[in-house]
């Protein structure tokens, strides 16, 4: 039974959230302040009662539940604290708490952890409430162990991947080519009310598609996972294993994308650009198709920039240093993100990479934001001859790629290199179009070789990459490795958890990167 509640009573308690959902007939606030302290009102503004309504004569957000009530959510800040120095940070983050906001609302999948992630997640609407967000709906969705990705279209119908974990379990043998399995990812469509408009099982699904496309093997394996909804197609992309290579007696590791109807579920497209090993993903619809980034280490070792639909093949942002097939790519994964007022350049994207030219050492200098500018019409241009760049931005950085001379044209938006002599790191790059063509660009600041947090910082820049505020701390907290940061009313947003008191943080930095901190409980 899969319950919810949407604007039922202010803060019903879980067995009373409950009937009330049941009795709907459902199938199967925390305070916040300006400089970052905690605050401690209950999500209820001060003087008002429920059903009353606020200066513009619409009736004020009711709550329906705590986060405690529900959940315990995934807590970056205790339980994905490594830096530069990690292996594992080489991998994309499968996510945990994906956000989706409109107009001035959030919505969030956030995977539960009261009992570790075995299979358990809630959709909640987060809604205004003077200074303060509140949870007015809730929505237990069908998933598997994991989730894999959330978004929801202009109907607010909702979209929620979710997959397993196979590490533990896969073999050479089993799965065996062409060897299509039910329960491995399943893609659900939702409406608020808990009615199920679709149910896609999807290696068998992309079966039914026919070509025989490659199986779902062990997702987002040494990766990560994204969903997008767009021009009435929704998709998928993650990390997966290969068939086995029998002669090196192991599985290799790829990326894999999937585009379904948003309508009926049934799939449309069973790939992408092929970029194998893809260590990270995302992925986005830009109004005229989904873009995908991906982090290649070698079949192409690149940042690689792709339209996918129609299919622009595959456009390198970055070559990356080091021998083909080396999982040390010395590069994080930042995102895309569109440019409005330039009628030449369309996107604007972010990195991390070290400005150095070694590969003696897992870290063989500092890593410094970067970003480039992409041509709006990128897939006319040549990608071979670098086109679809903007040749104009002021730095170069030249490396060894997977054995050939590679000469990379980028702004630097850090100078931890020279400033630091490659102590300082950036990591975990997030970028936010805030709209008006201003971005907010946030990162992870690491000292001491990349083994000591000092915070998250943030800037500001235009659609040239020009900086309009210089960088800044702006909080003890980290960012999300394996969710995205998003624009909210005028504002950058991230979500973190408190798996100890059990809430939600939702961060938020403006346009002059004032930041604060409200407590969703």
Not at 13 to 31: E, I, M, Q, V
Not at 180 to 193: F, M, N, P
């Amino acid at each position: 039974m899969r319950w919810v509640g949407r604007r039922l009573g202010r803060r019903l308690g879980r067995r009373g959230l409950l009937a009330t959902a049941l009795a709907l007939g459902c199938g199967g606030g925390g305070g916040g302040s300006g400089d970052g302290t905690e605050g401690t009102a209950d999500g209820t503004a001060e003087g008002t009662a429920d059903g009353t309504a606020d200066e513009t004569g619409e009736p004020l957000p009711v709550p329906v539940g705590t986060i405690a009530e529900l959940l315990v959510p995934f807590d970056t800040n205790v339980m994905d604290v490594e830096g530069p120095a990690s292996w594992a940070t080489q991998y994309g983050k499968s996510p945990e708490i994906v956000a989706v906001a409109h107009d001035r609302i959030i919505d969030v999948l956030v995977q539960d952890y009261t009992a570790g992630p075995s299979g358990r997640a809630y959709v909640l609407r987060l809604e205004p409430l003077q200074t303060d967000y509140v949870i007015t709906a809730v929505l237990e969705p069908p998933m598997l162990d994991r989730i894999m990705g959330f978004d929801r279209d202009p109907g607010d119908f909702l979209y929620v991947a979710s997959g397993v974990d196979e590490s533990a379990t896969l073999t050479l043998e089993d799965p065996m080519p062409g060897q299509y399995r039910s329960g491995i990812v399943r893609v659900v469509k939702l409406a608020w009310d808990g009615t199920v408009q679709f149910d896609t099982d999807l290696d068998l699904a992309r079966q039914a598609a026919g070509d025989d496309p490659e199986l779902v093997v062990n997702p987002m394996v040494a990766a990560t996972s994204r969903l997008a909804w767009g021009g009435g197609f929704v998709a998928l992309l993650h990390g997966i294993n290969t068939d086995a290579d029998w002669d090196i007696m192991a599985r290799h590791q790829k990326a894999l994308t999937t585009h379904l109807h948003s309508g009926t579920g049934d799939v449309t497209r069973t790939s992408s650009v092929w970029v194998s090993h893809s260590f990270d993903q995302r992925l986005f619809h830009d109004g005229t198709g989904f873009v995908e980034m991906h982090l290649g280490d070698a079949y192409p070792r690149e940042v690689v920039f792709a339209r996918v639909e129609p299919d622009s093949g595959s456009y390198p942002l970055l070559y990356v240093k080091g021998e083909s097939g080396a999982n040390n790519t010395f590069t994080r994964l930042g995102n895309a993100a569109m440019i409005e007022g330039d009628p030449t350049y369309g996107y604007l994207a972010l990195f991390a990479t070290e400005a150095t030219a070694a590969t003696d050492a897992q870290v063989a200098g500092s890593r410094d934001l970067g970003l480039t500018r992409v041509r709006r019409d990128f897939d006319a241009q040549s990608a071979d001859a670098g086109a679809h760049l903007d040749p104009g931005l002021p730095d170069v950085l030249d490396v060894q790629s997977a054995g050939q001379a590679r000469q990379n044209r980028l702004r630097w938006l850090t100078h931890y290199q020279s400033e630091s002599s490659g102590q300082d790191h950036a990591e975990r790059p997030k970028l936010v179009a805030l709209g008006g063509d201003v971005f907010v660009v946030l990162w992870e600041h690491w000292t001491a070789g990349g083994s000591t947090f000092e915070g998250t910082w943030g800037m500001v820049v235009d659609g040239t990459g020009s900086t309009v505020v210089e960088g800044k701390r702006v909080s003890d907290s980290h960012l999300p490795r394996g969710d995205d940061a998003f624009a909210v009313d005028g504002e950058a947003g991230w979500i973190t958890g408190d798996a100890a008191n059990r809430q939600l943080h939702l961060h938020l930095v403006d346009a002059t990167l004032a930041y604060r901190k409200i407590i969703v409980d």
